[in-house]
């Protein structure tokens, strides 16, 4: 059984169709991208998969589970994680409390024994904290624990957030244009880094790149999305000599 | 030898936290407790001044609950004085016409509890909008609520209508304020601190991530409102057998208007900052009296100068020491410490 199976996905916004008629099947362990121009509805798929848009049409399976018409944080709990295009921190707490907030649904205690700090309160607490800072320091990021997390420097908070999405204890991490911002030793260090998380967390990866450079050389698989539709699916090499991605980028004209 | 001055600085720090957790709070509670309970019997404090301690207890209550709303979670609510209002009538009603004279002194915890519970189960009620509407929208919709409570006790005789409820007894003293103010304030900084709280506050962060880091917004919303009118309705309950009267006027949007000068005064989303802004704006408003009219132009003056030079107000985002639970204290002191001996050590 595939991880991930999308079958005819279709979203549209007021008539605008954003994303059309998209098929995609993904196995554990594979490291995926999703390449194509702006506005070509690469941001939209990974709404729909995590519940921030409900799906016009068509259906998500992933591990069995029908995702379409479950709310963001059930469809956390199934196991999707996900970050952004630009970053979403808790920008005014502190960096323990972002990665903390991101362990509720593994704290299990309930309202009443949070009111009165009593029960399973202090060793669900005491767990989750732990927890928290084991992740900051493979991360490390243990020494800015204290640290408003709207303080940090640019690269720090955009390891927090992958920090952060893995602190849910995924099986699929999407992660939303990475490399945005960054120059091209960055981008090397960043191609290390997602390398190392797939291999310490075990970790699917779904990516949405448009720094040619990244998904060249981590991808597996690649798909090219353009106006909301497929227009071009395979390895690496295949995508970089075809003709229709090629238009999708340059234009008709400069490809002739 | 550095190392020991070291182990023993960290030490003395740790100490000076355990020693203000374990020593500060019950002698403070107890102190408090045994003073409330002497000045209200013996003639100690004259009645006026108790009559303001009670106001600033009633006050801190009014002001941390909302806080969890306007503070915490970064909603705008403007209908507390609606729940407040529930829980006034409640009670009153309890006290008057249900309870037996005689027994009131000892039900009166009862009556007030009552108050409390039905202004949470309303609490209920406001939380759903709550699911669909934010900031500006949900302030209108907490705006409409009020005025729904306002004009539906208005058209009901049995709580007197316009014309108000009295007949309550001034069962509120001074050692039950402390009572209610420091199990409020208890209540509320453990929510703060516990994984619903800290829902609370990546909701005011940013909703969808939050929603998308796999907190229930929904239960935590809902927690967040009963708790939050619960404590309104408590307050409330006390009020009206401070005052001994209650009408629905009392219970507009002014009264609303005030609970959130004290929150904003205070600081938002600190309990330290809640029990300072509703001590200043009480005693303020005592001192000042002499002014008369001028005071209604001194005070909204202050707030201008407030907003301008501390927008967050006097403790905003901050939490003093005393109200942060010892653990999280505790380890955050370590990784201080720990932090600044890598430093030292690369330096």
Same mark, same amino acid.
């Given at each position: &059984? ?32 999703? !390449? ?31 995702? =379409? ?10 196991? !999707? ?36 700090? &009593? ?13 928290? &800072? ?88 690649? =798909? ?14 295949? !995508? ?13 004209? &400069?490809?002739? | ?15 000076? +936290? ?18 409330? +309970? ?126 108000? *409820?009295?007949?309550?007894?001034? *069962? ?61 309705? +408590? ?67 202050? *707030? ?44």
């Amino acid at each position: &059984m595939p991880l991930l199976e999308i079958k005819k996905l279709t979203h549209r916004f007021e008539g605008l169709c954003a994303v059309s008629d998209f098929n995609f099947t993904l196995a554990s362990n594979e490291l995926v991208g999703i !390449i194509g121009p702006n506005g070509a509805g690469k941001t939209t798929v990974f709404n729909l998969i995590t519940g921030v848009y409900r799906a016009t049409e068509g259906s998500i399976y992933f591990t069995g589970n029908e995702l =379409v018409g479950r709310t963001p944080h059930q469809i956390t709990k199934l196991g !999707i994680a996900r970050t952004f295009q630009n970053i979403r921190l808790f920008k005014e707490l502190t960096v323990l409390d972002n990665v903390r907030i991101a362990r509720y649904g593994q704290a299990i205690y309930s309202p009443m024994e949070a009111l009165l700090h &009593m029960g399973r309160y202090n060793a669900e607490e005491k767990r989750i904290t732990d927890h928290a &800072m084991e992740l900051l320091s493979i991360f490390k990021l243990d020494d800015e624990a204290n640290e408003r997390s709207k303080n940090l420097p640019y690269g720090l908070q955009r390891r927090l957030e992958i920090a952060r999405a893995l602190a849910t204890d995924p099986q699929l991490l999407l992660l939303d244009e990475p490399a945005a911002g960054m120059n091209p030793n960055e981008i090397k260090q960043l191609m290390e880094f997602i390398g190392w998380i797939r291999k310490t967390f075990r970790v699917t990866i779904i990516l949405i790149e448009h720094q040619m450079r990244l998904v060249m050389g981590i991808c597996e698989r690649l =798909v090219v999305l353009d106006f909301g539709a497929t227009i071009a699916e395979g390895l690496p090499a295949q !995508i970089q000599n075809n003709v229709k991605v090629m238009e999708a980028y340059l234009g008709k004209e &400069m490809v002739k | 030898m550095s190392k020991l001055k070291a182990a023993y600085q960290t030490l003395l720090n740790k100490w000076h +936290i355990v020693i203000a957790h374990r020593f500060f709070w019950p002698i403070f509670l107890i102190a408090g407790l045994l003073f409330s +309970i002497a000045a209200s019997t013996f003639d100690i404090l004259d009645l006026y001044l108790q009559l303001i301690l009670i106001y600033v207890g009633i006050n801190i209550i009014l002001t941390v609950s909302l806080n969890l709303i306007n503070g915490y979670m970064g909603e705008f609510s403007i209908g507390h004085a609606g729940f407040m209002a529930i829980g006034a009538y409640i009670a009153s009603l309890l006290t008057v016409n249900i309870f037996p004279q005689t027994a009131n002194i000892f039900l009166f915890p009862t009556a007030i509890l009552a108050g409390g519970i039905a202004a949470a189960l309303i609490g209920l009620l406001v939380a759903i909008p709550s699911f669909k509407t934010r900031g500006d929208y949900l302030a209108i919709v907490t705006l409409a609520f009020c005025m729904i409570v306002k004009s539906v006790l208005e058209n009901i005789d049995v709580v007197g209508g316009p014309r108000g *409820l009295l007949g309550m007894e001034k *069962l509120t003293t001074l050692p039950w304020v402390f009572f209610w103010t420091v199990l409020s304030l208890w209540v509320i900084r453990n929510l703060v601190y516990s994984k619903f709280g800290r829902g609370v506050l990546s909701i005011r962060e940013d909703e969808i991530a939050s929603d998308l880091m796999g907190v229930n917004t929904r239960q935590v919303k809902v927690i967040a409102f009963v708790v939050s009118s619960f404590f309104a309705g +408590i307050a409330g309950g006390l009020f009206a057998h401070t005052l001994q009267y209650i009408n629905p006027r009392m219970f507009d949007i002014i009264k609303s208007t005030d609970i959130l000068i004290m929150v904003y005064l205070g600081g938002i989303a600190s309990i330290a900052g809640s029990i300072l802004g509703a001590f200043i704006y009480t005693i303020l408003l005592e001192i000042l009296r002499p002014l008369g009219v001028w005071r209604m132009v001194f005070m909204p003056l202050m *707030l201008v100068l407030l907003m301008i030079y501390r927008p967050r107000g006097i403790m905003g985002l901050r939490e003093s020491s005393l109200f942060v639970p010892v653990r999280d204290l505790l380890a955050a002191k370590f990784r201080r410490q720990k932090k600044k001996e890598a430093g030292d050590a690369s330096a």
